[in-house]
């Protein structure tokens, strides 16, 4: 196979994860958030609260390292 078709395959698969692991996870916070919500207690909603804050931090320290360290320019 050619270098550049797997690079291709390489960058649409890393795409797709980053999609799936974003999308994952809106659908275990909305179900979590669906269950506390319906017969809310402090416990429930301190659960879903804290899952909605824990399950979004893998997508966000990815994002973060691709960025790179960023320099602000002086104004």
Do not use: C, H, N
């Amino acid at each position: 196979m050619d270098a550049s078709f797997i690079a291709a395959i390489r960058m649409a698969l890393s795409v797709l994860t980053d999609r799936i692991l974003t999308v994952s996870a809106l659908l275990m916070t909305f179900g979590l958030a669906s269950w506390a919500m319906y017969a809310p207690s402090l416990e429930r909603l301190q659960i879903a609260g804290g899952f909605g804050i824990i399950v979004y931090l893998p997508s966000l320290i990815k994002e973060r390292r691709r960025e790179g360290p960023s320099k602000q320019e002086p104004e």
